[in-house]
């Protein structure tokens, strides 16, 4: 069971547009539309940003969205603000019945 | 309000035992899965395991299985993972997670503890 594929950083200046993709495979990714997203900041818990693929909680920005095509899902962040600055992380259900995280974007606000 | 509290921060030495905890409140303990994630030091999110708190059935990462026990109190609202001999690569910070129920399943996490850092050396 590896990681999903993430870019290791992502960075963008204030109202900008971001996108951070999340590559799997057909065993989790592109096996069903249960990929979450989730935000960490250092000292933090993290907290859930996207699930379902595209679907945000209450509460949460509508300058996040999510999205996916075939086995690589990806999370834009739209109108970037300095509080954006976090480590992201995408995860999966698999086929096997278990869960599968990303290996984590940090996104810098330039 | 949801809650999630797990116990403080251990060290310990390789070979020696270790449980855990996370107690749960706000919510009824048994509605939701709850999932642990690691994350080790410098590196990204790791997923566990987890566990069916109505019937205490397990499932556990591939990497792990074996390595560590998931287990639950439900008299207490508590869960646990336990290591029966740590490494020195069991260092890290442990989150106990909630399983949420979206529209088709649950299949990600709403609540997280504020996690647990365990330190493990000789």
């Known amino acids: 069971q590896s990681a999903l594929t993430q870019p290791a950083s992502v960075s963008g200046s204030p109202g900008q547009s971001i996108t951070i993709s999340c590559t799997g495979t057909?065993?989790?990714?592109?096996?069903?539309?249960?990929v979450s997203w989730y935000q960490h900041r250092p000292g933090k818990a993290p907290k859930l940003m996207i699930f379902?693929?595209?679907n945000r909680p209450s509460g949460i920005s509508n300058r996040f969205s999510g999205s996916k095509s075939g086995d690589t899902a990806s999370l834009t962040i739209s109108g970037l603000q300095t509080e954006d600055e976090a480590d992201y992380y995408c995860?999966?259900?698999?086929?096997?019945?278990?869960?599968?995280f990303g290996g984590g974007t940090k996104v810098t606000v330039l | 309000e949801v809650l999630l509290v797990q116990s403080g921060a251990e060290v310990t030495k390789p070979g020696e035992s270790l449980r855990i905890s996370c107690k749960a409140s706000?919510?009824?303990?048994?509605?939701?899965?709850i999932t642990w994630v690691r994350q080790m030091p410098g590196k990204g999110l790791e997923w566990m395991g987890k566990?069916?708190?109505?019937?205490?059935?397990?499932k556990y990462s591939p990497a792990l299985q074996g390595h560590v026990t998931i287990s639950a109190d439900e008299s207490i609202n508590t869960a646990y993972l336990q290591w029966s001999s740590l490494e020195a690569s069991d260092t890290a910070i442990y989150y106990c997670?909630?399983?949420?129920?979206?529209?088709?399943?649950?299949?990600?996490?709403?609540?997280w503890g504020q996690g647990t850092l365990v330190t493990v050396s000789s």
């Open positions: 995860c999966s259900h698999t086929s096997s019945s278990t869960w599968v």
């Open positions: 057909s065993s989790d990714v592109g096996a069903y539309n249960y």
């Open positions: 706000g919510y009824t303990f048994t509605s939701h899965w």
């Open positions: 379902e693929v595209s």
């Open positions: 997670v909630r399983h949420a129920l979206g529209y088709t399943g649950w299949h990600f996490f709403d609540y």
């Open positions: 566990i069916d708190l109505i019937d205490s059935s397990t």
